[in-house]
């Protein structure tokens, strides 16, 4: 079955302690996204990725850092800088067709941090 | 900047009323238009789609939507609601030449008593 695997399903932090998100996706899909759920706020996008070795900051990257060095592969850190880390964490994918813009993004089950 | 409304946070309805949910936009350009569902405990799924053509489209379990460009919304209906549609519901919207990214609305909490 195709689809997006995040990992941890739950995590705790330290203060001070970076952490790393896992998300995983193998629907073959060029693009890849994190957000940050919070009660009330929707979704806000951290960080994409339309390529591979290549990404670009959301309205709110301040504290986090991505790679993409596969394909498959999105992992978020969560560093120390990031003051208010406690929220629910959503990776997402999708195909991207440059005269049509977004497709629609495939979700995985997500990841709830919690500060300790 | 981009923003999208979406103008209830949280509605209860009664099984077999009618519903809509409410979604502007602030956006002056090609916009693609997305609803998503997110039922207690599951993923995020997409609800309907649109992208260009007839504005009134149609989604999965029932939904539908209508693009009215000229007041910027994209409000969800369905004629009947019933006790599994609660769910939070999330509005989104594609700008043109951004690329995949997504701009969503806050979200709006739908409680269906039975």
């Known amino acids: 079955d195709g689809g997006i695997t995040q990992s941890p399903k739950y995590l705790f932090r330290k203060e001070g302690q970076n952490v790393t998100l896992s998300c995983e996706q193998n629907l073959n899909h060029d693009a890849m996204y994190w957000y940050r759920q919070d009660p009330g706020q929707g979704l806000r996008l951290i960080y994409y990725?339309?390529?591979?070795?290549?990404?670009q900051k959301g309205d709110i990257a301040e504290g986090y850092s991505v790679s993409r060095e596969k394909k498959e592969s999105f992992p978020l850190t969560v560093t120390s800088a990031q003051k208010n880390p406690t929220a629910f964490y959503l990776c997402?994918?999708?195909?991207?067709?440059?005269?049509?813009?977004?497709?629609?993004?495939?979700f995985g089950d997500g990841t709830r941090l919690s500060i300790l | 900047a981009q923003s999208v409304s979406q103008h209830n946070h949280h509605v209860i309805l009664s099984e077999a009323a009618s519903l809509e949910l409410g979604c502007n936009y602030s956006y002056g350009g090609t916009v693609n238009l997305f609803w998503y569902v997110q039922y207690p405990g599951q993923h995020l799924q997409l609800l309907l789609k649109?992208?260009?053509?007839?504005?009134l489209v149609k989604g999965i379990k029932g939904f539908e939507a209508e693009f009215i460009k000229s007041k910027f919304s994209f409000n969800l209906r369905k004629p009947s609601v019933q006790w599994s549609d609660t769910a939070e519901y999330f509005c989104a919207v594609n700008a043109g030449g951004q690329g995949g990214k997504l701009i969503f609305g806050q979200g709006t909490e739908l409680s269906v008593k039975p």
């Open positions: 649109y992208f260009s053509g007839d504005p």
């Open positions: 997402a994918s999708s195909i991207v067709r440059g005269d049509r813009g977004s497709q629609p993004q495939h």
């Open positions: 990725s339309q390529i591979v070795n290549d990404f």
